[in-house]
């Protein structure tokens, strides 16, 4: 008898991006080769949602989800396929995902985004090693350093959700912000190997080429970012945008490719 497909978790994804010279590149990590989850693909930073995630110490440090900034963050309306395969998340968990979408930007990444003023980075450098060694919780070493999580320039830009088949499934929300200044991104080099700023047309170039590995919803991310070459354009049309929650078919037995109906391909 086959067993019942695997119930999406949720998950967030954060693009960083950033202008250099009239144009704009986004950040992508390399997963690790041992990874259970797309080994070796370039991916934006991002994970699942934890328990901890939603306590409320951590919750208490959000700002930026005030007078319907949560609801516009979390407004996405499921279609197709995605309407039986949506969870659907609490205030409290949406919280929560946000706080997960902050911790593994860090944690991946090693940008925190918090009110200023920013700690020096040797500080923010020490913290993050003591988070990946498991000797301080994210709650923990927000208090210690007295920040203020701040989500008011990150904006909700999509919402995919793995097809049944994969060994592991996510109802990943995708946000977008721009980098902070004053601070540095870098792969954790525990979970990821490589960490690159690079123009989207580029990594898709290069993947055209077989140099780098880009799974399917990060392509179509890429291919809608090479649109845009100012920040604020960027940024605005994240702002106003339907979100679609979208599930692609498999193409193959393998799930090595996939593919949104053509209804969606201009809507997600």
Same mark, same amino acid.
């Given at each position: 008898?086959?067993?019942?497909?695997?119930?999406?978790?949720?998950?967030?994804?954060?693009?960083?991006?950033?202008?250099?010279?009239?144009?704009?590149?986004?950040?992508?990590?390399?997963?690790? &080769?041992?990874?259970?989850?797309?080994?070796? &693909?370039? /991916?934006?930073?991002?994970?699942?949602?934890?328990?901890?995630?939603?306590?409320?110490?951590?919750?208490?440090?959000? &700002?930026?989800?005030?007078?319907?900034?949560?609801?516009?963050?979390?407004?996405?309306?499921?279609?197709?396929?995605?309407?039986?395969?949506?969870?659907?998340?609490?205030?409290?968990?949406?919280?929560?995902?946000?706080?997960?979408?902050?911790?593994?930007?860090?944690?991946?990444?090693?940008?925190?985004?918090?009110?200023?003023?920013?700690?020096?980075?040797?500080?923010?450098?020490?913290?993050?090693?003591?988070?990946?060694? =498991? *000797?301080?919780?994210?709650?923990?070493?927000?208090?210690?350093?007295?920040?203020?999580?701040?989500?008011?320039?990150?904006?909700?830009?999509?919402?995919?959700?793995?097809?049944? =088949?994969?060994?592991?499934?996510?109802?990943?929300?995708?946000?977008?912000?721009?980098?902070?200044?004053?601070?540095? &991104?870098?792969?954790?080099?525990?979970?990821?190997?490589? =960490?690159?700023?690079?123009?989207?047309?580029?990594?898709?170039?290069?993947?055209?080429? =077989?140099?780098?590995?880009? /799974?399917?919803?990060?392509?179509?991310?890429?291919?809608?970012?090479?649109?845009?070459?100012?920040?604020?354009?960027?940024?605005?049309?994240?702002?106003?945008?339907?979100?679609?929650?979208?599930?692609?078919?498999?193409?193959?037995?393998?799930?090595?490719?996939?593919?949104?109906?053509? *209804?969606?391909? *201009?809507?997600?």
């Amino acid at each position: 008898m086959d067993s019942p497909p695997l119930v999406p978790r949720p998950a967030a994804t954060i693009m960083l991006v950033r202008p250099r010279e009239n144009r704009l590149q986004v950040f992508l990590l390399r997963r690790s &080769a041992q990874s259970a989850f797309v080994p070796d &693909a370039y /991916v934006f930073p991002g994970g699942a949602l934890e328990k901890r995630d939603s306590d409320d110490a951590i919750v208490a440090r959000l &700002a930026g989800v005030e007078n319907g900034r949560l609801e516009h963050l979390f407004r996405s309306e499921p279609v197709g396929n995605a309407v039986e395969y949506a969870v659907r998340l609490s205030p409290s968990q949406q919280r929560g995902l946000l706080v997960a979408c902050v911790r593994e930007l860090f944690e991946e990444a090693g940008v925190l985004l918090m009110r200023p003023p920013f700690p020096p980075s040797e500080q923010l450098i020490r913290a993050r090693a003591a988070l990946q060694r =498991g *000797e301080s919780s994210f709650a923990e070493l927000i208090a210690h350093l007295e920040a203020v999580i701040d989500l008011s320039l990150v904006e909700a830009y999509s919402r995919w959700i793995t097809p049944p =088949g994969e060994p592991r499934r996510f109802d990943a929300y995708f946000f977008i912000t721009a980098m902070p200044a004053d601070q540095a &991104a870098a792969a954790d080099l525990v979970e990821t190997t490589h =960490g690159v700023w690079i123009e989207p047309l580029e990594a898709l170039e290069r993947a055209g080429r =077989g140099e780098m590995r880009i /799974v399917y919803p990060t392509r179509l991310h890429l291919q809608r970012l090479a649109r845009y070459d100012s920040l604020d354009g960027l940024l605005d049309h994240a702002r106003r945008k339907e979100i679609l929650a979208v599930s692609p078919d498999p193409l193959d037995a393998a799930l090595t490719d996939f593919r949104l109906p053509d *209804e969606y391909l *201009e809507r997600w």
